[in-house]
Every structure is written in C-alpha cells, then in structure tokens.
C-alpha cells in the first residue's frame, strides 16, 4: 500500500512521490541525523518543563486516503489539546514566533493538521516553540477551524501525489520552494533532475500504470 509519512506533508511534491514509491534517496548527513535525534531528546524534556501531563505519547495514527494513507506519530495530547514541540535554531525560531508558525512554516501546520484529523480527539493544537540557542519559549494556540484548514490542504496534497505514484509519473517542479529547501541537509532527494542532480526515478508497478501502458 502506498503511504506517507504526516512529517512530510506540506512539502514539496516531487519529494513526495519518491516517498509514496519507496525510492532510496541520498543518506542524510551526520550533522541532520544529529539534530534530528536531539530534537526528539529534547520534546519529552521540554513538555515536562513545561508542566504538561502527556497522554498518548508517540501514539501511531493512521490518515486514510482513498485506498492509501498517511502515518505519523504524535509528542501526545494533554486532554482534549494537540501537543506539538519544535526546536529551533535562533534565527528559524525568531521568524516563527514573529508571526504564526503554521503560516511561516506550512510543513507544520501541514503535519500537525494531520495528527488532528487522523487523532480525532482534540479541539485545538499547541504548538511549543524551544529555541535552542537561548532555551528560550513561546507557546502559539491554534482552534479547531485554523487546524482542520491545513489538514484539508494535506489531503489535497496527499490525493495529488498518490495519483502520481499510482501512474509512475513526476509532477512538475515545484514553484515556490527556497533554495534551502533543495539542500542535501533538508531533502533526500536532493539530486532528483529538477535540482539538476541524476536521482534515478524507480517506478512501482501498479495496476493504473499497466492500464496507461496497455
């Protein structure tokens, strides 16, 4: 069954269809395997600093799409609030606390949307925004409306992308992605064609493909 992962929603496309097919990108770099592992350290630590009792931590839920789905795994509830944790360098951290962090990072509200829908328990999310130069915090609120709006615009996505896969074929590149975006550091799939890099593209034998082939 074709899948993506809730983290990786938001993003861009082209991305995705290399995921939804299981193509093997480039390893990620020690210095982005580091990072990672200390943010997910860090999300309990900080949750406790916090005051939070978390209920259901890193509970799997499951988004269905049509015949697919999108999969993720949730820092936890407090009651009836979707906790979300990020931690952030200084600048990233300036930026999303400048305004609201769903807007200025739609992968986020993208991610979280999902957990909101697929959970189906919460009535609003809390972001908890940690950053990591200075340990400093602010904690964004979003409703159930804000929310449930980038969790439509995921599925949107997620149906977009899942059509792709099922033909064996590339979208278009992207418009609007930062040049950062594209950087070994942040994509896999960084040397995919449209980055002009050579990452071969693995086509999934599926039934919609046979019939286009037919």
Same mark, same amino acid.
Not at 5 to 10: A, L, T
Not at 121 to 133: E, H, Q, V
Not at 140 to 157: G, K, S, W
Not at 185 to 205: D, R, S
């Given at each position: 069954?074709?899948?993506?992962?809730?983290?990786?929603?938001?993003?861009?496309?082209?991305?995705?269809?290399?995921?939804?097919?299981?193509?093997?990108?480039?390893?990620? #770099?020690?210095?982005?395997?580091?990072?990672?592992?200390?943010?997910?350290?860090?999300?309990?630590?900080?949750?406790?600093?916090?005051?939070?009792?978390?209920?259901?931590?890193?509970?799997?839920?499951?988004?269905?799409?049509?015949?697919?789905?999108?999969?993720?795994?949730?820092?936890?509830?407090?009651?009836?609030?979707?906790?979300?944790?990020? #931690?952030?360098?200084?600048?990233?951290?300036?930026?999303? #606390?400048?305004?609201?962090?769903?807007?200025?990072?739609?992968?986020?509200?993208?991610? $979280?949307?999902?957990?909101?829908?697929?959970?189906?328990?919460?009535?609003?999310?809390?972001?908890?925004?940690? $950053?990591? $130069?200075?340990?400093?915090?602010?904690?964004?609120?979003?409703?159930?409306?804000?929310?449930?709006?980038?969790?439509?615009?995921?599925?949107?996505?997620?149906?977009?992308?899942?059509?792709?896969?099922?033909?064996?074929?590339?979208?278009?590149?992207?418009?609007?992605?930062?040049?950062?975006?594209?950087?070994?550091?942040?994509?896999?799939?960084?040397?995919?064609?449209? $980055?002009?890099?050579?990452?071969?593209?693995?086509?999934?034998? #599926?039934?919609?493909?046979?019939?286009?082939?037919?």
């Amino acid at each position: 069954m074709l899948q993506l992962r809730m983290s990786s929603m938001g993003g861009c496309d082209r991305a995705l269809v290399y995921e939804a097919l299981q193509v093997e990108g480039e390893p990620r #770099t020690k210095e982005s395997e580091l990072t990672l592992a200390l943010g997910k350290v860090m999300e309990p630590v900080i949750l406790k600093a916090q005051g939070y009792e978390v209920e259901d931590p890193q509970i799997e839920l499951v988004l269905p799409v049509g015949n697919y789905q999108i999969v993720g795994h949730p820092e936890g509830r407090c009651g009836r609030l979707l906790l979300e944790v990020k #931690t952030m360098a200084d600048y990233a951290w300036k930026q999303a #606390t400048k305004e609201l962090v769903i807007n200025y990072y739609p992968q986020y509200g993208a991610q $979280n949307g999902c957990y909101f829908a697929a959970w189906g328990c919460c009535d609003a999310s809390r972001f908890i925004l940690f $950053n990591k $130069n200075t340990s400093k915090i602010v904690e964004q609120d979003f409703n159930y409306q804000e929310i449930m709006q980038h969790a439509r615009r995921a599925v949107r996505q997620a149906k977009r992308v899942f059509k792709y896969a099922e033909w064996g074929e590339l979208p278009e590149k992207p418009e609007g992605l930062k040049k950062w975006q594209c950087q070994a550091k942040y994509c896999k799939y960084h040397l995919c064609p449209h $980055n002009e890099g050579n990452l071969a593209f693995v086509m999934k034998e #599926t039934e919609s493909t046979r019939r286009r082939a037919a």
